[in-house]
């Protein structure tokens, strides 16, 4: 079983502009409304606020803006306050949270290639709040976002579960999804016998959230894993590492490596700041809008992965697209191409590697 990082309830990012004395400005209060604004105020990332409103003791739980009464916030069940600007972007309910997974499964799967696919793709997702987590009678104040294990039987097989904390922005909960599915990953294919340090193990799983980060243009989410001291500095020689030797290697390493840590290599070239980037929104990923064949896993049997599913011939699963969920079963596979049929039908459909195939 696997912690995921550790969480201050509350940052600022206010700004405080100089006395503008009686000068009338056009700006509004995005708290109270008040304005237009004279003398001392303040700046947010969402606009202006007003020194009483600054002042206020409740603030947002994800971005730190002051909350009063009657400003369109929202209460978790766990009494964490979510500004009108956030709620937006929360993740709220069970369904967004197993849809964001599904999704981030899909774009991890497409990023590291077939190989990043489960063996046993059924995976439990639940949300907790906070008070799920929290050390009793709030001896340290401190959270955690998420949680993943693996239960192994006699026989072999594997049963997933993750649990991520409710109230987070979409982009937060992206992150910690990635991380959480790369410690299913690793539990499924490090052997019983291999020792890893558990620095390494969570710099691992949060690589994986640092490249799909990237691959997203969100260079400050990259930065903000960087710099969390969660895995006590690994994640940037794991950065290093995969930029010398490749996913591939780091993957490989789990599985087949005998030492329990990546040793510092004074030749890496040193992790570029992100700080000079520019801020770039990157909107949620959305479910595929047909199948599409990634490649060939061989793990005991060969399988093709289809939208981050393996299948090996006559294997099924239930596959989720935009706008339905398809039952699909694989006939043949090809090193180019994979035979299919769909929701019990017995007409074959063929998906050729890396081309989408939309359905009618």
């Given at each position: 079983m696997s912690i995921v990082r550790k969480v201050a309830l509350f940052s600022f990012f206010f700004a405080m502009v100089g006395a503008i004395c009686a000068i009338e400005t056009n700006y509004y209060c995005v708290v109270c409304g008040k304005g237009p604004l004279t003398g001392h105020f303040w700046m947010t990332k969402w606009g202006a606020l007003c020194d009483d409103c600054y002042h206020l003791k409740d603030h947002c739980s994800i971005c730190g803006l002051p909350i009063k009464d009657g400003d369109g916030h929202i209460k978790t069940g766990d009494g964490r306050l979510i500004c009108r600007f956030d709620k937006t972007n929360a993740i709220l309910t069970l369904d967004q949270a197993q849809e964001l997974f599904d999704q981030t499964r899909d774009a991890v799967v497409d990023l590291y290639g077939p190989q990043f696919a489960l063996k046993y793709t059924d995976v439990t997702v639940n949300l907790f709040d906070v008070d799920y987590w929290s050390e009793k009678n709030g001896?340290?104040?401190?959270?955690?976002?998420g949680f993943a294990s693996t239960r192994k039987t006699a026989d072999g097989t594997c049963t997933h579960e993750v649990v991520m904390l409710s109230g987070r922005t979409r982009e937060e909960m992206t992150s910690v999804a990635a991380h959480e599915y790369t410690h299913l990953w690793i539990n499924e294919n490090r052997p019983a016998d291999r020792v890893i340090d558990q620095d390494t193990i969570e710099a691992i799983c949060e690589l994986t959230a640092y490249k799909l980060m990237e691959k997203k243009n969100l260079p400050e989410m990259q930065k903000r894993i960087l710099e969390n001291p969660y895995t006590n500095g690994k994640i940037k020689t794991l950065v290093a590492v995969e930029r010398e030797g490749g996913t591939d290697y780091v993957l490989n390493w789990v599985k087949n490596g005998t030492t329990e840590t990546f040793d510092e290599d004074a030749d890496l070239e040193p992790?570029?700041?992100?700080?000079?980037?520019?801020?770039?929104?990157?909107?949620?990923?959305?479910?595929?809008?047909?199948?599409?064949?990634?490649?060939?896993m061989e793990i005991g049997k060969r399988q093709a992965v289809i939208n981050?599913?393996?299948?090996?011939?006559?294997?099924?699963e239930t596959i989720k697209l935009q706008d339905r969920s398809v039952t699909v079963r694989c006939k043949e596979i090809h090193d180019g191409d994979v035979v299919v049929t769909l929701n019990g039908s017995t007409y074959p459909l063929t998906l050729v590697k890396g081309v989408e195939k939309l359905l009618p």
């Open positions: 001896a340290n104040g401190l959270h955690k976002f992790i570029p700041s992100l700080t000079a980037m520019p801020q770039i929104y990157y909107g949620s990923r959305v479910l595929p809008q047909g199948l599409k064949f990634s490649g060939i981050g599913v393996p299948l090996a011939v006559g294997e099924q």
